[in-house]
Every structure is written in C-alpha cells, then in structure tokens.
T-cell receptor, first 112, second 112 residues
Framework: QKEVEQNSGPLSVPEGAIASLNCTYS??????FFWYRQYSGKSPELIMF????GDKEDGRFTAQLNKASQYVSLLIRDSQPSDSATYLC????????????FGAGTRLAVHP | EAQVTQNPRYLITVTGKKLTVTCSQN?????MSWYRQDPGLGLRQIYY???????DKGDVPEGYKVSRKEKRNFPLILESPSPNQTSLYFC???????????FGPGTRLLVL
C-alpha cells in the first residue's frame, strides 16, 4: 500500500464546474497535509495546506481534511482551463524529522 | 527574488560517467532536499539536509551522494549513473522541511 494514494485521472470537468480531487494516506500519525499544482514540465507549486479537521478555503480552492478516515480532498470552484494541471497531495510522515511524502498526482483537465 | 536554481536543466550522459547536478538557494534556508519524479510514482525523496554538514537518506538514496558544505548549496552526485536513474530531478528548500514551498526548475536526466 502506498503511503499517499491518488487517482491518476485524468479528471475531466467542464469550465465553471467544481473539480473534486481526492487523496488518502496510510500514516495515522500524520498531522500536516499539502496540495501542490504542477504544470507539465514545471516544478510543483504549493497552493494549499491544512492541519485541522474540516474545511479551509482560499479563493476558489477549498481543502478538506478528515483524519478519522485518513482522507484529504481539494475542491476547485469555477474551474478554468488554466487549472488544467497535475495536482499532488503531500503528507508529512510522523516520527523523526519532518519528511514530506507525495502522492503520484491526479491529472485535471478543464475543457471549455 | 527568492529562488532555487539547478544546473544543468537537461543532461544526456552515458552509463558510468560521473556527474553532478548543482542546487543553490538564496533564502538562507536550513533544509534542502532532492527528489526524483517518475511517471506513476510521484516525487520520491533521495536525500535531505537539515543544515551544513548534516545530511540523511530519503526513500531512494541508492546510487546517489550529496554534500552540504555551504548553507546555500546542495549538489547531487551520481558517481556511476545507470539507465534506471533516468528521471526528472527537483531540488527544494524550506526553513524546516515541514512544507516545501520553493522548488528548483528541475533537471531532466537521460542515462544511455
């Protein structure tokens, strides 16, 4: 079992719709969770982080965390073609020094 | 401008020919890390460094070496590259490693 699992996609949504990206993790002790956006051929860009159960909103992005279910999600409202990218979920592994573990990413395609 | 730089950006080499990929940051960050990214596997940590002269293995360290003689630089050394090291490499830095905001532009390596 991978430490951080994501559906590879592609997730295809029409422009203006809500895109929902999901991530599960195996380390029950993890406390910090991050979402990165990566355009093809580019480096990852940090877009959201969440530490507490519940929702956290930033502009069109909402991160949701459910530690009991070991589940993190990212909602993108009013999706735009410029949101088309791969979204990486990352989790800080518990124990020892901070170590960020990445999922393989979900490719999102927003079509006009 | 805060940035992480990597060189070279693209490299084609042959099996067994030693190479070094440089990484430099201008933010006085203590934590630096190297990742490789392969299709379907996401970003996997190779080595990390918590400060000058302090380095440790990540999840896939075999075949790689690093050094941290200065705070700003964290070179990745492949002493005898093999084709399975063909990958996209990213260097990243942060104050504490818990969240990685700054990534280099990536180095695409092909080992023949």
């Amino acid at each position: 079992q991978k430490e951080v699992e994501q559906n590879s996609g592609p997730l295809s949504v029409p422009e203006g719709a809500i895109a929902s990206l999901n991530c599960t993790y195996s380390d029950r002790g993890s406390q910090s969770f991050f979402w990165y956006r990566q355009y093809s051929g580019k480096s990852p860009e940090l877009i959201m982080f969440i530490y507490s159960n519940g929702d956290k909103e930033d502009g069109r992005f909402t991160a949701q965390l459910n530690k009991a279910s070991q589940y993190v999600s990212l909602l993108i409202r009013d999706s735009q073609p410029s949101d088309s990218a791969t979204y990486l979920c990352a989790v800080v592994r518990s124990g020892g020094y901070n170590k960020l573990i990445f999922g393989a990413g979900t490719r999102l395609a927003v079509h006009p | 401008e805060a940035q992480v730089t990597q060189n070279p950006r693209y490299l084609i080499t042959v099996t067994g020919k030693k190479l070094t990929v440089t990484c430099s940051q201008n933010m006085n960050h203590e934590y630096m890390s190297w990742y490789r990214q392969d299709p379907g596997l996401g970003l996997r940590q190779i080595y990390y460094s918590m400060n000058v002269e302090v380095t440790d293995k990540g999840d896939v360290p075999e075949g790689y070496k690093v050094s941290r003689k200065e705070k700003r630089n964290f070179p990745l050394i492949l002493e005898s590259p093999s084709p399975n090291q063909t990958s996209l490499y990213f260097c990243a830095s942060s104050f504490d490693g818990g969240s990685l905001k700054y990534f280099g532009p990536g180095t695409r390596l092909l080992v023949l």
